[in-house]
């Protein structure tokens, strides 16, 4: 269930991606055709949520999974954060321009109103948007609540953005159309709010992308001493999963070990006592420690069916 749950959420990524995409080059298209400074600002910010979706994507996709002495490596962690980078630095490029150039038009009056079709693009790109977000929202509620708040904040701000777009231009058309000069500048307004958007979209991208790699690194690293030093302990013969948790200033383990199946369940019990108490005294910060004992099992080839089962005697290095 979990697999399906991660191959239904990728493709809801995937298809987001792709939908900004989609929007960012028709938007900007029609603004380029049809005057409209907005919808140009417009399709910075669709471009700017699609460049946010790619670390999200990955990040939510790998969930290390500690089984061993160490921590997993994280693999293409490096080129996600310098494709990020290039990403907002054409994006932080671009709205630089449209800010200059809408204080441009403004200041010197110089402004054409926007066509018939830039209105219907920015409807039409608001029901798309929509509707792909319906469908994500869908799919995100069966997986990680995780994803789904960062879905429904990107949304929200998208709407922001959106909605300044649908003022500006349907603003600058109704100047046009009633032959009020002071209702065209609302369009290139438009544009300039919608770049700070952009700018500060860009902002929380690089932050989001460089600080929280260095935060999934220490953990990652907190983590593997963590392993580390719950396998010193006697009768602990392999630690299938650990997982620390920040509350605050301190950190909460939760853990799975195995044990040898032949021991009793007060010598069980006591093993995990042993590993909570020496990860508490060696690590001042962790404040509380769960562990849960399963008798190890080898499974097939080592398993064998003809073993005796008056046999008393441990087979397994404590």
């Avoid at 909605?163 to 300039?192: E, S």
């Amino acid at each position: 269930m979990s697999r399906k749950h991660d191959i239904t959420t990728d493709s809801a990524a995937w298809l987001g991606i792709a939908s900004h995409i989609v929007l960012a080059a028709f938007k900007g298209a029609i603004g380029l055709l049809f005057d409209s400074r907005a919808l140009l600002a417009d399709a910075l910010y669709s471009a700017a949520d699609g460049a946010a979706m790619i670390p999200d994507k990955f990040k939510f996709r790998r969930q290390p999974r500690m089984t061993t002495t160490q921590a997993l490596p994280v693999p293409g962690k490096v080129g996600e954060s310098l494709a990020v980078i290039f990403l907002s630095v054409f994006l932080l490029m671009g709205s630089f321009q449209m800010g200059i150039s809408s204080i441009t038009a403004v200041s010197t009056g110089e402004i054409d109103p926007p066509g018939y079709w830039a209105g219907v693009a920015i409807v039409i790109s608001i029901a798309l948007k929509e509707a792909v977000f319906q469908v994500q929202y869908r799919k995100y509620r069966v997986g990680r609540r995780e994803r789904l708040q960062s879905l429904i904040e990107a949304h929200r701000n998208s709407l922001y953005s959106s909605i300044a777009v649908l003022i500006g231009v349907f603003g600058a058309m109704t100047g046009q159309a009633m032959d009020v000069p002071a209702l065209l500048y609302l369009d290139p307004a438009a544009a300039l709010v919608v770049a700070l958007l952009v700018l500060w979209r860009i902002y929380r991208l690089v932050r989001n992308s460089v600080y929280g790699s260095l935060i999934s690194e220490i953990e990652e690293e907190d983590t593997a001493r963590f392993i580390e030093t719950v396998q010193r302990v006697h009768g602990i013969i392999t630690v299938d999963e650990l997982k620390a948790h920040e509350n605050g200033h301190y950190v909460t383990i939760t853990a799975r070990i195995s044990v040898n199946p032949r021991i009793t369940v007060m010598e069980a019990n006591e093993i995990a006592a042993r590993a909570k108490v020496l990860l508490m005294n060696r690590f001042s910060h962790v404040s509380e420690v769960s562990i849960q004992v399963l008798p190890y099992d080898p499974g097939y080839p080592y398993k064998s069916n003809y073993e005796s089962s008056g046999d008393d005697h441990p087979t397994l290095i404590q």
